[in-house]
């Protein structure tokens, strides 16, 4: 599988990564073993996890027993920030809060390091200052090799940045935030070019748009039973639109004349753009992890992506 350099760091990751999100939650132990399995022997290194995922720390657990001696070979990422208990000390960004959410982690993933530690939302309670100063302190000491945002609008990265490097401290490498061909509106040009301008590896979550790009739903057919956007109605809310349909109906149709699926076009799309390392697309079952490595081998021609460029700007 090719390899990309993560933003401006020493480390490479494989193009097509695993959100772990589904992890101790729509998966059980045995379901998440078998799709982590695959994963890594299909060449899969990056795994995205956050400390809420699978119900406040499932996902990290799983994630520690099933690794094992092959966590070395894996790039670890995980977020922390968004509440993990009612209290309102077990949430947020504050060096305090930093400090007992990385522990817990570590603990969990049953890990001596974290090798991507992501703000996972902005604080607005916390000066970015004391979050990197946290941060940095964690580096120093070996627990983590990298820190990363999520969720940041353009000014809030730059803000990032320039806090870094205004008072010495480790600074970002990565910046993740909700990006598909359904959803541009939060990766608008500025940020685009922050994160070109900086280097800054662009990780977009939500990239098979809750599973609508996948090319398994129809418009004149029922949501299927289980489906995400069928479980979730935020989800569905966003992205089961008429002009979703329209233009969804316009990729597929243009991803079949050129011999591909939806879904090859929906990674191809992500990967034509330099910033981005890696697609981390979630996995409840092993064969969707097949579909996924495969989708990330079609590189786009400069005329393709100027072909569905245009396509994008008419919607």
Not at 134 to 158: E, M, P, S
Not at 192 to 214: D, H, I, K, N, W
Not at 286 to 303: F, M, R, S
Request: with cysteine; charged share 25%.
């Amino acid at each position: 599988m090719e390899m990309r350099r993560l933003g401006n760091a020493g480390l490479q990751v494989s193009v097509v990564g695993l959100g772990c999100n589904n992890f101790g939650d729509r998966c059980d132990f045995d379901a998440t073993k078998r799709v982590v399995d695959r994963a890594i022997e299909g060449g899969i290194t990056f795994f995205d996890t956050a400390d809420t995922y699978g119900k406040r720390g499932g996902s990290e657990t799983f994630l520690g027993d099933i690794l094992g001696a092959r966590r070395k070979g894996v790039v670890l990422a995980t977020k922390f920030c968004l509440p993990m208990a009612d209290d309102i000390y077990s949430r947020g960004a504050s060096r305090r809060y930093v400090m007992q959410a990385v522990e817990a982690s570590l603990k969990r993933l049953k890990t001596d390091w974290i090798d991507l530690y992501q703000i996972h939302f902005p604080d607005p309670l916390t000066p970015i200052e004391e979050t990197l100063r946290a941060l940095d302190d964690l580096v120093q000491h070996g627990k983590v090799r990298y820190i990363g945002c999520g969720n940041f609008t353009a000014w809030q990265t730059v803000e990032a940045v320039w806090t870094s490097r205004l008072r010495n401290l480790e600074s970002i490498v990565t910046a993740q935030n909700h990006f598909s061909m359904l959803w541009r509106k939060d990766v608008k040009p500025d940020l685009l070019r922050v994160t070109e301008s900086y280097q800054l590896g662009l990780l977009p979550y939500y990239p098979l748009a809750g599973g609508f790009l996948t090319g398994k739903y129809r418009r004149a057919e029922a949501l299927p039973v289980g489906a995400r956007l069928a479980r979730v109605k935020r989800l569905s809310d966003r992205y089961v639109t008429d002009a979703n349909w329209s233009l969804t109906e316009k990729l597929e149709a243009w991803a079949m004349a050129n011999d591909h699926s939806l879904l090859d076009l929906a990674f191809a799309w992500l990967l034509a753009h330099p910033v981005i390392p890696t697609v981390i697309a979630g996995a409840t079952r092993p064969e969707q992890i097949d579909a996924n490595i495969k989708a990330g081998e079609w590189v786009l021609t400069p005329a393709q992506k100027a072909q569905l460029d245009g396509i994008l700007e008419t919607d």
